[in-house]
């Protein structure tokens, strides 16, 4: 999945074609921000809460990693001008991308606020020190594109799925676990009382802790927003996902085949939420909240935002799209947590989707109460 996404000759990511091949209408997938600026809005009016929160610091930084076509930064950056000022004289975008494919497409958005110290790119969290940040650190479908291990269980006993090359062709071959992480992954789900029974095939995204880590150790006061499709490890690892929720994505549609078009497909996994948060927790970000999408446009005001559109226009439906409840509106769920700060009280998370401390070990038994 590495060497699929991200070798840099022949990675999905990371060949050098045109990045509107991949996000967007003559694309393989959407996201969010190709659908309808309405997230962005909400982004730009809970950032401005976030530097209230914070006493308006200079400067207040925003750092995106995985930021694609540079639709976000380009619509938070349009939004800060137009709506408030203050914070646009006192606000740096940093954006933190692997593909230069990408780097080149975000340059074109963000071509009005290039050669002023509002925009930069570093080349990873790493290049940043400890407590740099004062501000966010944001992220739209980054985790659920890093590369993934995928284990299988086999009388009793967790093996992973390894890739070997035979005849031709990329074929699947069962093995042991490939590090001793995978192992402390599914103790740490047995200790909050999630067992996989026999023939259950899921991820595992080792990954997404560490870039956690780096999050927490990057920032300084401020709060990290962290959008993507996911669930709790309860739901994630629940019966209804024996197969994993591994997929590919070529021309919009899905299909369950990482060995097909390999370099020339998306490929996604769900994220693990409440592993995340323990992540986070672990080095020292406090879960502020957890919500989907449709409760955190709701929250920031989403309703007077579409009231203002022709309710026979297609721009309507399209903003509708990202709030429908069998749709965006739920799968994407958004983790805010803070650092240095006390729990702030974010408009974002007004509207509460889920019961009680749902992230928490255990919770589920609180939920179904
Ligand atoms: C699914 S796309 C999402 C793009 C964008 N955030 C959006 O919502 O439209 C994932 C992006 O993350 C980038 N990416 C993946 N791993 C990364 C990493 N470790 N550091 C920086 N960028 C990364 C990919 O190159 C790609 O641009």
Same mark, same amino acid.
């Given at each position: 999945?590495?060497?699929?996404? %991200? =070798?840099?000759?022949?990675?999905?990511?990371?060949?050098?074609?045109?990045?509107?091949?991949?996000?967007?209408?003559?694309?393989?997938?959407?996201?969010?921000?190709?659908?309808?600026?309405?997230?962005?809005?909400?982004?730009?009016?809970?950032?401005?809460?976030?530097?209230?929160?914070?006493? =308006? &610091?200079?400067?207040?930084?925003?750092?995106?990693?995985? &930021?694609?076509?540079?639709?976000?930064?380009?619509?938070?950056?349009? *939004?800060?001008?137009?709506?408030?000022?203050?914070?646009? *004289?006192?606000?740096?975008?940093?954006?933190?991308?692997?593909?230069?494919?990408?780097?080149?497409?975000?340059?074109?958005?963000?071509?009005?606020?290039?050669?002023?110290?509002?925009?930069?790119?570093?080349?990873?969290?790493?290049?940043?020190?400890?407590?740099?940040?004062?501000?966010?650190?944001?992220?739209?479908?980054?985790?659920?594109?890093?590369?993934?291990?995928?284990?299988?269980?086999?009388?009793?006993?967790?093996?992973?799925?390894? +890739?070997?090359?035979?005849?031709?062709?990329?074929?699947?071959?069962? !093995? &042991?676990?490939?590090?001793?992480?995978?192992?402390?992954?599914?103790?740490?789900?047995? *200790?909050?009382?999630?067992?996989?029974?026999?023939? %259950?095939?899921?991820?595992?995204?080792?990954?997404?802790?560490?870039?956690?880590?780096?999050?927490?150790? *990057?920032? !300084?006061?401020?709060?990290?927003?962290?959008?993507?499709?996911? =669930?709790?490890?309860?739901?994630?690892?629940?019966?209804?996902?024996?197969? !994993?929720?591994?997929?590919? %994505?070529?021309? =919009?549609?899905?299909?369950?085949?990482?060995?097909?078009? +390999?370099?020339?497909?998306?490929?996604?996994?769900?994220?693990?939420?409440?592993?995340?948060?323990?992540?986070?927790?672990?080095?020292?970000?406090? +879960?502020?909240?957890?919500?989907?999408?449709?409760?955190?446009?709701?929250?920031?005001?989403?309703?007077?935002?579409?009231?203002?559109?022709?309710?026979?226009?297609?721009?309507?439906?399209?903003?509708?799209?990202?709030?429908?409840?069998?749709?965006?509106?739920?799968?994407?769920?958004?983790?805010?947590?803070?650092?240095?700060?006390?729990? &702030?009280?974010?408009?974002?998370?007004?509207?509460?989707?889920?019961?009680?401390?749902?992230?928490?070990?255990?919770?589920?038994?609180?939920?179904?109460?």
């Amino acid at each position: 999945m590495e060497l699929a996404l %991200y =070798h840099p000759e022949f990675g999905y990511y990371t060949r050098t074609a045109d990045p509107r091949e991949r996000i967007g209408p003559k694309g393989d997938y959407y996201t969010s921000f190709d659908v309808h600026p309405l997230l962005a809005g909400a982004l730009a009016r809970q950032i401005g809460q976030i530097d209230d929160r914070l006493g =308006h &610091p200079d400067p207040f930084t925003i750092v995106e990693t995985g &930021p694609g076509k540079g639709l976000l930064a380009r619509d938070l950056l349009t *939004a800060c001008d137009r709506h408030n000022p203050a914070l646009a *004289a006192r606000l740096r975008y940093i954006l933190i991308e692997h593909s230069p494919a990408m780097v080149a497409a975000q340059r074109e958005q963000l071509a009005p606020w290039l050669g002023t110290p509002r925009v930069s790119w570093l080349n990873g969290l790493a290049d940043l020190r400890d407590g740099a940040i004062t501000g966010t650190m944001l992220s739209n479908e980054l985790v659920d594109a890093f590369p993934v291990h995928r284990i299988k269980i086999l009388d009793g006993e967790p093996k992973e799925l390894h +890739v070997a090359y035979a005849d031709g062709r990329f074929v699947e071959q069962t !093995g &042991p676990l490939s590090t001793p992480a995978l192992a402390q992954y599914l103790a740490r789900l047995a *200790a909050m009382g999630i067992t996989l029974p026999d023939g %259950y095939t899921t991820e595992i995204n080792l990954r997404a802790i560490s870039w956690m880590r780096e999050v927490a150790r *990057a920032l !300084g006061r401020g709060v990290a927003l962290t959008i993507d499709y996911g =669930h709790t490890a309860q739901d994630l690892y629940g019966p209804d996902r024996k197969r !994993g929720t591994l997929l590919c %994505y070529t021309r =919009h549609q899905a299909s369950e085949d990482p060995y097909a078009r +390999v370099g020339l497909q998306d490929m996604t996994a769900h994220v693990d939420f409440t592993t995340l948060a323990a992540a986070g927790e672990e080095a020292g970000l406090s +879960v502020t909240g957890f919500t989907n999408q449709t409760s955190f446009l709701m929250g920031l005001g989403a309703e007077q935002m579409l009231a203002s559109l022709d309710p026979e226009s297609p721009e309507l439906q399209s903003a509708i799209q990202l709030l429908r409840p069998d749709g965006m509106g739920r799968t994407f769920k958004i983790l805010v947590q803070h650092k240095g700060i006390a729990e &702030p009280a974010l408009d974002g998370l007004k509207f509460k989707p889920f019961f009680g401390s749902v992230l928490a070990p255990g919770s589920s038994k609180v939920t179904k109460s």
